[in-house]
């Protein structure tokens, strides 16, 4: 073995020499001390990797200083041998309660004494390479903890919050670690409404993050477009199959919130059963009916939305699997009974949601969670559609395309299949100065493209909507004409121009229906059909049906004047 340093520490002279010419002649460098108080300092000046102890000394014995000397070692494994004339049990026993790691009777056995030494340094250079490991595997956690702060700030800035501070929505979001396997999203939709999403990644941590940072992108790029959330869901599952690994996909439920239309359109794949909670107390279950997202392929994945009505009051709640699998001290899951308890006990009185909190923290109380743990509830709140119209320019002109025109014709079959908004709304979007209208420009595109479509081309009465139910009427006789067209088309022009400050945007819809007879429109007072051209108006700088009333013209200039800010 290598040679070692070895303090001793005996207050015989002769037992000292003796000891030392063994140690030296097994090729070990010694430094000898003559009582506790020298084996301190010998300590602290020579720095041994061994020590060969002698109890009984005088100024200090030997166990007092072993007590010493391994408190000023800290996390250094200084192995401590005592030597001893001793032999009773309780006196050996103390030594090493002391503080010493071994004992070594008097007189000496060269053999038995290089057996020790050996021993004890073996054992001290594991301790060194275990300290060593331990504190790269710090280093390393540090670094990579840093790292996941670092990702984790870029992460938030793509699966932030969007209007998860709503009045309709209360959440807890409870992560397992830095990342989050589950992600909550919600979005306000262009034309009203909100889209929510609650995912649950396979995993936690970085792996489960990786697939929320490109589903959080689609959902809210997609959705400030004006895209439906079929489309939108769609999107994400060709996202997630095309990046995630064989084994990794997202347990989903998404919810198209109709606050004007008061319903909710649910997808769920791969989650536990959600409920309904109504304003009345009664309880609805929401069952999964699809496999998560990123597993099939788009020609398999099936998009069907289960819609329910939503009165005012009733209340969505979901959660992630975390709810039901979180475990107490004993191993016991929370389970969907004890979920269930609460809904079948709520009243008036009771707020629902804290108590599911209240109750998964007292039934988890001193035990280890496993799992991501996240809850919502989403409230049908009847709310007026608030706008923000404010414009925040530069010193200088805006960047962007300032003068241009596009044409674009919809024929039937493009009609019956696909939804031009989103495109359109993103064209106009390419000008700065019309990005903070996003809402707006949705509105009145939405609104002045649902007239001509389904007032033009599809031939529908808007008069049935003068109540609920003929609202429901009018929305299946919509079906049935989609269904049979064959025939009309849709020509939209948009021009704009502008000098880099300020702009103005000209939509026109022209239509293949046989008009209207557009007088006194302005003052239409509709509740069941929408909000309709008076609003619209209020966007517009001008705002006319021409020739027969299957062509309309809407002008929106930018920045929007004082009297045009609605909120």
Same mark, same amino acid.
């Given at each position: 073995?290598?040679? $070692? ?7 015989n ?10 140690v030296?002649?097994?090729?070990h460098?010694v430094?000898e001390?003559? @009582?506790?108080?020298e #084996?301190?300092?010998?300590?602290s ?8 102890? /002698? =109890?009984?000394m005088?100024?200090m ?11 000023n070692?800290?996390?250094d ?12 049990? +309780?006196?050996?026993? %103390?030594?090493?309660?002391s ?6 009777s ?14 004890f ?9 275990l300290?060593?490991?331990? /504190? ?6 540090e ?5 996941q ?21 209360r ?9 989050n !396997? ?5 979005a306000?939709?262009?034309a !009203?409404g909100m ?7 396979? !995993? &936690?941590?970085l792996p ?14 997609m ?30 439920? =998404? =919810?198209?919130?109709n606050?004007?239309?008061k ?15 109504? @304003? ?15 597993v ?7 998009? /069907?939305?289960?819609e329910?009505?939503?009165a005012?009051g009733?209340?969505l709640?979901?959660?992630?699997d ?7 001290? @004993?191993?016991e899951m ?6 269930? &308890? ?11 949601f ?17 799992d %991501? *743990? ?8 009847? %709310?007026?559609?608030r *706008?923000?119209?404010?414009m ?18 919809l ?22 100065g ?11 595109? #939405?609104e002045?493209f649902?007239?001509?479509f389904? &007032?033009?081309?599809l031939g ?5 909507? @003068? ?5 429901v009427q009018y ?8 269904q ?5 088309h849709?020509?939209? *022009?948009l ?17 293949s ?7 006194? $429109?302005?003052? +239409? ?12 108006? +209020? ?7 021409l ?6 013209? #809407?002008v ?10 609605? &909120?």
């Amino acid at each position: 073995m290598d040679a $070692i340093r070895i303090l001793i520490a005996d207050d015989n002279q002769i037992d000292r020499m003796v000891l030392s010419r063994i140690v030296r002649n097994q090729g070990h460098e010694v430094y000898e001390v003559a @009582n506790g108080v020298e #084996a301190i300092e010998g300590y602290s000046s020579f720095r041994p990797d061994l020590i060969l102890m /002698d =109890v009984m000394m005088p100024e200090m014995n030997g166990k007092e200083a072993t007590r010493h000397i391994k408190a000023n070692a800290g996390e250094d494994f200084v192995p401590i041998i005592f030597l001893t004339s001793l032999t009773d049990a +309780q006196s050996l026993a %103390d030594c090493l309660g002391s503080g010493g790691d071994d004992f070594l009777s008097k007189p000496y056995n060269p053999t038995i004494l290089q057996a020790k030494i050996s021993s004890f340094s073996r054992m001290r250079q594991m301790h060194q390479t275990l300290q060593h490991q331990r /504190d790269m595997i710090a280093s390393n956690n540090e670094h990579l903890m840093h790292e996941q702060q670092v990702a984790k700030a870029v992460f938030d800035n793509v699966a932030h919050d969007g209007c998860l501070s709503a009045d309709n929505i209360r959440y807890m979001l409870s992560p397992l670690s830095v990342f989050n !396997g589950d992600v909550l999203l919600a979005a306000k939709k262009p034309a !009203g409404g909100m889209h929510v999403l609650l995912g649950d990644f396979t !995993g &936690h941590g970085l792996p489960a993050a990786i697939g929320a940072m490109p589903l959080a992108e689609i959902f809210y790029g997609m959705t400030a477009k004006g895209f439906a959330i079929r489309e939108i869901l769609r999107e994400i599952n060709l996202k997630l199959k095309g990046i995630l690994p064989v084994g990794f996909f997202c347990c989903a439920v =998404v =919810v198209d919130l109709n606050i004007e239309r008061k319903n909710a359109s649910v997808w769920m794949g791969g989650v536990p059963d959600c409920y309904l909670l109504r @304003n009345n107390g009664k309880v609805e279950t929401l069952t999964s009916r699809y496999l998560p997202l990123g597993v099939l392929s788009n020609e398999q994945f099936n998009d /069907d939305l289960t819609e329910f009505p939503m009165a005012e009051g009733d209340r969505l709640f979901l959660w992630s699997d975390g709810i039901l699998e979180a475990r107490n001290q @004993n191993g016991e899951m929370f389970g969907e009974q004890r979920l269930r &308890h609460i809904f079948d006990h709520a009243h008036a009185e009771l707020d629902v949601f804290e108590q599911i909190q209240q109750q998964l923290a007292q039934f988890t109380a001193g035990s280890e969670r496993d799992d %991501d *743990t996240t809850l919502i509830e989403v409230r049908m709140l009847q %709310d007026s559609i608030r *706008t923000d119209l404010d414009m925040h320019l530069d010193s200088g002109p805006l960047s962007g395309p300032i003068d241009w025109e596009m044409e674009y014709r919809l024929g039937p079959d493009t009609l019956k299949n696909f939804n031009p908004l989103p495109l359109m709304i993103h064209i106009m979007m390419e000008v700065p100065g019309l990005r903070a209208m996003g809402g707006q420009l949705y509105t009145v595109m #939405a609104e002045l493209f649902s007239n001509s479509f389904e &007032h033009g081309v599809l031939g529908l009465d808007s008069s049935l909507k @003068n109540s609920a139910d003929g609202f429901v009427q009018y929305y299946r006789e919509r079906e049935k004409q989609l269904q049979a067209l064959q025939q009309g088309h849709i020509h939209i *022009t948009l021009s704009h121009q502008g000098d880099g400050r300020s702009g103005a945007l000209t939509i026109r819809i022209e239509d293949s229906g046989t008009g209207f007879d557009y007088g006194g $429109i302005q003052g +239409q007072k509709n509740p069941y059909s929408g909000r309709g051209i008076p609003l619209i108006s +209020q966007v517009c700088e001008s705002l006319n049906y021409l020739g027969k009333g299957n062509i309309v013209e #809407a002008v929106i200039r930018w920045p929007v004047s004082p009297d045009k800010r609605t &909120h």
